[in-house]
Structure formats: C-alpha cells, structure tokens
T-cell receptor, first 113, second 112 residues
Framework: EADIYQTPRYLVIGTGKKITLECSQT?????MYWYQQDPGMELHLIHY???????EKGDLSSESTVSRIRTEHFPLTLESARPSHTSQYLC????????????FGPGTRLTVL | GENVEQHPSTLSVQEGDSAVIKCTYS??????FPWYKQELGKRPQLIID?????GEKKDQRIAVTLNKTAKHFSLHITETQPEDSAVYFC???????????FGKGTSLLVTP
C-alpha cells in the first residue's frame, strides 16, 4: 500500500547518544520534509528535500542532519541527543509541486533523558 | 517569506453548532490553501483544500472560503460532532514555493 512510514514510533534515549529517525515513502514523491512538533502545537519545518542529493534547512534551526540518497528514503540524524531534542518528529512527502497534497507519516516521539 | 496567521488558537463549541477558523496570509503569489486536521496522537491529514481560481469549496459538513483581495481564507464546519475535536492547521503555498507555510493551529473542542 502506498504510504509514508516512520520508525521507530517511540524512542527513549540517553543524552549524548547518536540516533537516526527513519522515513520512507512508497508513493514515488520527489519532495520530502521533516517537521518538529510538540504535541498539538505548531509545526516547525526543520529540513526538506526536492529530490535525490538535495537537502535544505528549514525555518527552524536544528542540530540534526538529513540525507537523500534514494527517492523513497529521507533519514534524520542527531549526532548527540540532548533533552532539548525531546519532541515529536513528523516526516512528510509531496509529489513535486508545493501545491500538491502533502502526506504525513505517523511520527516518531523522541524522549531524551 | 510567506506568513500565515491563524485565529483563534482555541475554540470550544456545543455539539451541533458551527465552527469557523480564519487564516490570513501575506504573499499575494500564494495560490493553494489546504486545511489539515490532527487528532490527538495522530498525524495531520488533509481534509479540504482550495486553489486561487475558486472562491468556495464544500465537502459535506466542511467548507472553505477564500478572499484573495483581502488575503484571507476560512474553514467552516457545520453541525459539529464530538469527533470533530482536533487541532486544525491552515497552510498556504504557491507553485514554485519550497514548502507549505502552516498556521500555528486551532484546537477545536466540541462538547456534547
């Protein structure tokens, strides 16, 4: 089934650990995004990609990095997790234009102790 | 860049009443205005969208209106039900824009 997937769904980790949040979509979409969202609050764009080998920083400064080696895969990495990184991370994808429907993944809820 | 303002931030209505959420945008180039609903613990999902060549669009109990001159658009929910309780986000974009610009969200509570 065409969808957008995120793993893990929940992650509790200690300060200083390196983590990678996975995001994959099976819809053949060119554009992919990462948002940071505290529950029920504003969506903050932290990274986006127009396609393979394209990555850009979003509006919210983030200490994370992303890569786009394959169309379907857009992982987000935190080299050294801190309690301030505790939040929900939502991945999204879109066909090609900013005016195409944007689909969200189920999210990863990250807690850094 | 585009700035989208959304009001109110919280809204409480009685079941069966109507709810209206309003958004304004700053960039006259914007031509796409989607609305997303996010239920507690779930992902945001598109519920309705409108493009700049249309002034109003309806889908059952949900409607969106667009006033390009005034640069504002609104979500109207009629005959509200408890399952309409959620956070609603408006957004704006244009064809060559890099991303959707989201409002800060409205938390809607429908009480029985």
């Amino acid at each position: 089934e065409a969808d957008i997937y995120q793993t893990p769904r929940y992650l509790v980790i200690g300060t200083g650990k390196k983590i990678t949040l996975e995001c994959s979509q099976t819809m053949g979409h060119d554009k992919m995004y990462w948002y940071q969202q505290d529950p029920g609050m504003e969506l903050h764009l932290i990274h986006y990609s127009y396609g393979v080998n394209s990555t850009e920083k979003g509006d919210l400064s983030s200490e994370s990095t992303v890569s786009r080696i394959r169309t379907e895969h857009f992982p987000l990495t935190l080299e050294s997790a801190r309690p301030s990184h505790t939040s929900q991370y939502l991945c999204a994808s879109q066909l090609g234009q900013a005016t195409d429907t944007q689909y969200f993944g189920p999210g990863t809820r990250l807690t850094v102790l | 860049g585009e700035n989208v303002e959304q009001h109110p931030s919280t809204l409480s209505v009685q079941e069966g009443d109507s709810a209206v959420i309003k958004c304004t945008y700053s960039d006259s180039a914007s031509n796409y205005f989607p609305w997303y609903k996010q239920e507690l613990g779930k992902r945001p999902q598109l519920i309705i969208d409108i493009r700049s060549n249309v002034g109003e669009k309806k889908d059952q109990r949900i409607a969106v209106t667009l006033n390009k001159t005034a640069k504002h658009f609104s979500l109207h929910i009629t005959e509200t039900q408890p399952e309409d309780s959620a956070v609603y986000f408006c957004a704006a974009s244009w064809n060559s824009g890099y991303a959707l610009n989201f409002g800060k969200g409205t938390s809607l509570l429908v009480t029985p």
